[in-house]
């Protein structure tokens, strides 16, 4: 496993630089707008069906050659989200070339779909950090929020994939009226 550490320092200074030459350094691809979960209070959802009625997901030329043009702009970092950015056959190409750019890459899941199998090749392509969002302490709360009554279970499983393979996690929390009750868990 690599690990790419990032001074705070050194990143702020980056940051500083850049917005003084105005720079866009960030970036973030909402890969899809497809998710495995209907939570109660999300924007960004939809089922494969509803999203081919709109039009079709960028492919991963696509998303790469973007890339390239943001690259040549001074983009660095570059955040991949979605909906569920590992609902894409294709994320493993497309982050493998993000490396080969030399891209700092993180990804924001919701954690439910990271297998064994997706840790072994995330090792090989490694993300500066994967952002996982907890939306409850229990099954029962994925459920009523979620409508995955395993989403609680996944998430964690995902999580401690992530850790024992050396993959940087950052947890987040979106706190609502469905899962306020779990916010100490």
């Known amino acids: 496993m690599i690990t790419i550490p990032v001074d705070a320092k050194l ?16 970036g973030t691809f909402e890969l ?10 999300c924007y960004v959802r939809m089922t494969k069906q509803q999203q081919e009625q709109i039009a079709p997901l960028l492919t991963a030329q696509q998303w790469l050659a ?3 043009e943001a690259k040549k702009q001074g ?25 080969q750019m030399g891209l700092l890459v993180s990804i924001n899941s919701n954690g439910t779909l990271i297998t064994e199998e997706v840790v072994s090749w995330l090792k090989e392509v490694p993300p500066t950090r994967v952002n996982i969002t907890l939306y409850g302490a229990s099954d029962a709360t994925y459920e009523r929020l979620c409508g995955n009554p395993k989403g609680f279970t996944q998430a964690v499983r995902g999580i401690r994939l992530l850790k024992a393979a050396g993959i940087v996690v950052k947890i987040n929390c979106s706190v609502t009226p469905y899962n306020a009750d779990d916010l100490e868990g």
């Open 75 to 99: 983009m660095v970092y570059l955040l991949l989200t979605g909906g569920e950015p590992f609902l894409r056959p294709d994320l493993r190409q497309i982050l493998t070339g993000l490396n």
């Open 32 to 41: 899809t707008p497809c998710c495995n979960m209907a939570c109660k209070m």
């Open 66 to 68: 973007l890339a390239e």
């Open 11 to 26: 990143t702020e200074y980056l940051h500083s630089k850049a917005a003084w030459a105005g720079i866009a350094l960030n």
